[in-house]
């Protein structure tokens, strides 16, 4: 489905809405194998898949601190810049997400609050293989950090040469984790689920990964370790107007669509020549890009859409509920106000996908395939459960103790009644 469409009939969007489909035949019958082995041979297990899957076993799966040290000199003076420059941005804009207690009285004699409490234990799975995912560790070590995570645990799978990669362990070595070990793909899943030997068993789990990683977090979730979410293929839907840049427009698509075959990218503009100027400007960029034979496979996933009411078009993106929405238009501003479902939204020409993922400062973990409708990306948030406390003195008792035996009274719970009833007598 690669041709223009225009203006579509409500009743075709859901076809233009669909996904790439994964093909999951075997997929759970393989990664409940994985899970299970990991469950009866921990370390030794991790090690063995390593080998089968990523062509290293190592000798020891914990990174120690002097590799984190020494690998860590091995990064660039410019990207060690860049990095901390990242960093402060994204820890910036993550310290104003902690929630500030605040004492309710909600009647008098009785006082509410809530408190924001971290998680002890958690673990992130930070992706390897060719794009070895050092951005993603910023994304989520450091709201991890700053909710107060006690025990941030990092798994990532070595490469050939049994190493991690030194970015990686550059933004560990500056935000201070420790806890890093070698350990990729559902097996890495696993271990921080269960535990193994040296890997210590976490509260949550956190992280993107391919579809087996992503189908163990589904399974452990299944069986009571909480997730940050499923994540799937990457996406991103761009609304373009006549007041759009067209290179920048293609040159957004581009950059999403080389994350993987399975990415999908959705341009929905309000007339035909824009579509037409962003296709030529994609025919100019992208036989110059290395990923360009990822990028085509992408492509075949990909939708050009005309919907000239803005309304409608925004309807539209709105029920396609894309992880990336780029307004590429100089009135983005108030078009805005149309959004209700995306992960993250760029607004405006200057605003590229790109800088989310790396340096704006906020968090480029978000949902995919249509969750943004009911989920956030990860934040603070994610690291820290609400806990709700109530404190009633003698006159809140007296002032809410009536309404309680009544409403108890009519459900038919006269134990619950009793527990206000036997308070009331005691203080009269």
Not at 56 to 85: C, G, H, M, R
Not at 362 to 383: E, I, K, M, Y
């Amino acid at each position: 489905m690669n041709a223009t469409i225009i203006n579509p009939l409500r009743e075709e969007w859901p076809q233009l809405m669909r996904r790439p489909q994964i093909d999951s035949q075997n997929l759970e019958e393989i990664v409940l194998e994985i899970i299970n082995t990991v469950k009866q041979n921990g370390d030794e297990a991790v090690k063995n898949y390593s080998l089968k899957f990523h062509g290293f076993s190592p000798e020891n799966l914990w990174v120690t601190p002097e590799e984190i040290e020494e690998s860590s000199k091995a990064v660039n003076k410019d990207l060690k810049k860049a990095i901390l420059f990242a960093k402060k941005n994204i820890e910036k804009f993550h310290q104003q997400q902690v929630e500030k207690l605040k004492k309710i009285k909600t009647s008098s004699g009785v006082v509410c609050w809530r408190k924001s409490v971290p998680v002890e234990k958690v673990g992130l799975y930070i992706p390897g293989g060719s794009a070895p995912l050092f951005s993603t560790l910023l994304m989520l070590a450091i709201p991890a950090k700053i909710a107060g995570c006690k025990n941030i645990i990092v798994t990532t799978p070595a490469n050939k040469s049994g190493n991690v990669d030194t970015a990686v362990l550059f933004v560990a070595h500056i935000l201070g984790i420790k806890n890093i070990y070698k350990g990729g793909g559902a097996q890495a899943i696993a271990a921080l689920a269960y535990g193994t030997q040296t890997i210590e068993r976490v509260d949550k789990i956190f992280g993107p990964g391919n579809q087996y990683v992503t189908y163990a977090k589904k399974l452990v979730n299944i069986d009571g370790v909480a997730i940050d979410m499923l994540a799937g293929p990457s996406e991103l839907a761009v609304y373009a107007d006549n007041t759009a840049v067209p290179a920048f427009v293609a040159a957004d698509l581009l950059s999403q669509a080389e994350h993987g075959a399975d990415s999908q990218v959705v341009l929905v503009a309000s007339n035909e020549q824009i579509i037409e100027n962003v296709i030529n400007e994609i025919h100019k960029q992208l036989p110059s890009l290395p990923r360009k034979e990822i990028i085509e496979q992408s492509f075949l996933n990909r939708r050009f859409i005309v919907i000239e009411n803005k309304e409608e078009a925004f309807d539209f993106l709105n029920e396609y509920a894309p992880e990336h929405l780029i307004i590429a238009s100089k009135k983005a501003d108030q078009l805005s106000d149309y959004v209700k479902n995306a992960g993250s939204v760029f607004l405006g020409n200057l605003s590229p996908e790109s800088a989310g993922d790396y340096a704006s400062g906020t968090n480029h973990s978000l949902p995919t395939n249509g969750t943004a409708r009911t989920q956030s990306g990860v934040s603070v948030d994610s690291f820290v459960k609400k806990i709700t406390f109530q404190k009633i003195i003698k006159k809140g008792i007296n002032n809410i103790g009536p309404a309680v035996e009544k409403m108890a009274a009519a459900e038919r719970l006269d134990a619950h009644k009793n527990a206000i009833s036997i308070r009331l007598k005691k203080i009269k």
